[in-house]
């Protein structure tokens, strides 16, 4: 209860600083809202000294309140209701304070995995407001099952959307083929975004294009279905990517560092990423990601979207490889929509994150499963919604 009311405070403080277009309390809130994202995350660690701290705290924030409204009363400008309207509608999504990024050129976030009891928008929400996201990743079956005003609601929050659209699972569990009937697809596409008041940041289309334990179709049966979906998003302003590279992209890779006669390194990312490059099956995802790439290099593509998970700090060396091929290949922005890592060492976030802020990528999103759902990887959020070391280490990287 304590937390909530210090939330309440502090966004209090912001949408009156944000009313008056007052410097001395703009700055009061940035000085608290760094003791507060300090003291969210030592809770994580220390309870009970936290618990201590939070009523002084927050009686701190309602006093600095009353002084800048006590200030403004003797003052002659008038309020700014546009101002103050925005500030209501990013209180929505719970906090909704706009914390200051690392870079603020990108933009961070996450896919986070609710428990399947529960609101899973709120649960979201929640993680997501502590981390100090500006991002969440979303998805929307196409065709949707049903057309309701609902369909995304993390749309109409002050979170940036980027929404997957992806075809039905099988009800066998077959793989599934890419979209044929293009016609029919741009109108199912039209469908689901009329239900939109909000449109997403990002198009993704469907997921992982390349993994052959999702899809059976070709490189040219996505790469159609991929401009149809283009025509349509662009048709409303909305900015498209892939659906995640992965598989035969660290084959290329691999082979580009022998290519270029860099051998020992090709040797180090091979070791890294556990690559099988005289494996024809390797090769086959290859072959299916190169001739993807050529496509992407041409096409009227916003972004070049790829998956990557690390295992240590160690192994973010070949996350930059992948980084720079795909920056040769496709001379295109290139972002993440599912980053993450295997082992539990924050400081494989840490490394992660760093790389993709100095590689300058507009969009990085970690991938943050339900920590009950048997997944390797690591989650940034327990099940009640506090933050994991990873998470705490998120969050202090968003706000350092």
Not at 46 to 62: G, H, L
Request: aromatic residues 10%; hydrophobic residues 40%; glycine residues 6%.
């Amino acid at each position: 209860m304590v937390i909530h009311f210090i939330k309440s405070q502090l966004f209090k403080l912001y949408s009156f600083a944000s009313t008056i277009k007052h410097s001395g309390a703009f700055s009061l809130f940035r000085s608290l809202k760094s003791v507060f994202r300090f003291l969210v995350a030592e809770q994580h660690a220390r309870r009970w000294c936290v618990a201590k701290s939070y009523p002084v705290f927050a009686a701190a924030v309602a006093v600095c309140l009353c002084s800048c409204q006590k200030e403004k009363l003797n003052d002659s400008a008038t309020l700014n209701s546009t101002s103050s309207s925005g500030s209501s509608a990013e209180a929505r999504s719970g906090f909704g304070l706009p914390w200051q990024h690392k870079d603020p050129v990108i933009l961070y976030g996450s896919l986070i995995d609710a428990p399947e009891t529960g609101n899973s928008a709120e649960f979201e929400f929640a993680v997501g407001d502590q981390l100090g996201i500006s991002c969440l990743r979303e998805r929307v079956v196409v065709p949707a099952r049903s057309l309701s005003v609902n369909l995304v609601p993390e749309l109409n929050t002050r979170y940036k959307v980027l929404l997957n659209f992806v075809t039905p699972n099988s009800s066998d569990g077959s793989l599934l083929p890419f979209v044929s009937d293009l016609v029919q697809y741009q109108i199912d596409l039209n469908n689901i975004l009329n239900t939109f008041t909000v449109m997403p940041e990002v198009a993704v289309i469907e997921n992982e294009e390349g993994n052959r334990f999702y899809y059976s179709g070709t490189a040219s049966e996505y790469i159609d279905q991929l401009n149809a979906a283009i025509l349509v998003m662009h048709a409303r302003g909305i900015k498209v990517a892939n659906g995640g590279l992965g598989g035969g992209l660290e084959y290329l890779v691999y082979q580009d560092l022998l290519d270029q006669g860099k051998e020992d390194a090709a040797e180090e990312f091979r070791k890294i990423t556990h690559v099988t490059p005289n494996n024809p099956h390797t090769q086959e995802k290859g072959a299916f990601v190169d001739e993807l790439l050529t496509n992407y290099a041409t096409m009227d593509l916003d972004y070049v979207n790829f998956h990557w998970k690390c295992s240590s700090p160690d192994d973010v060396e070949a996350l930059e490889d992948a980084i720079n091929y795909l920056k040769k290949r496709c001379n295109k922005p290139i972002i993440s929509n599912e980053l993450g890592q295997f082992d539990k060492d924050p400081n494989t976030l840490l490394e992660m994150m760093q790389l993709c802020t100095d590689a300058k990528m507009p969009y990085v999103l970690w991938y943050s499963p339900d920590e009950n759902a048997g997944k390797r990887d690591t989650p940034l959020q327990h099940n009640d919604a506090t933050l994991t070391r990873t998470g705490v280490a998120y969050q202090g990287f968003l706000a350092d």
